[in-house]
């Protein structure tokens, strides 16, 4: 697993791929349901998680330039339990 530090639009990021293993807290069959069973890179700032799927070839040694766009078009990971959308005060509707 590689890991970067990334600062973008003056939030600190931290990027790593993600590889589903069965023995692992996510399973095949979780991954393979939410289209991930290829694995995916993960973005994670002190209030937002973001991810691409499948995992870029090469991502480890792009600029922070191409990295940062990558976050910038990665989709948002909603937490466990989160409401609405980050950064939003209005409580998401059904």
């Known amino acids: 697993m590689a890991l970067r530090n990334l600062l973008h639009g003056g939030t600190e990021w931290l990027a790593w791929d993600v590889h589903p ?41 792009w600029p922070d330039d191409h990295l940062a766009q990558c976050i910038a078009d990665a989709e948002v990971v909603r937490r466990p339990g989160a409401q609405g959308v980050p950064g939003s ?4 509707s059904s």
Not at 41 to 60: D, N, Q, T, Y
């Open 89 to 92: 005060t209005a409580p998401e």
């Open 21 to 61: 293993s069965p023995k692992g807290r996510i399973t095949i069959a979780i991954a393979t349901a939410a289209g991930l069973q290829e694995g995916w890179l993960c973005f994670e700032s002190a209030g937002e998680k973001r991810r691409v799927a499948p995992i870029p070839h090469g991502w480890e040694e």
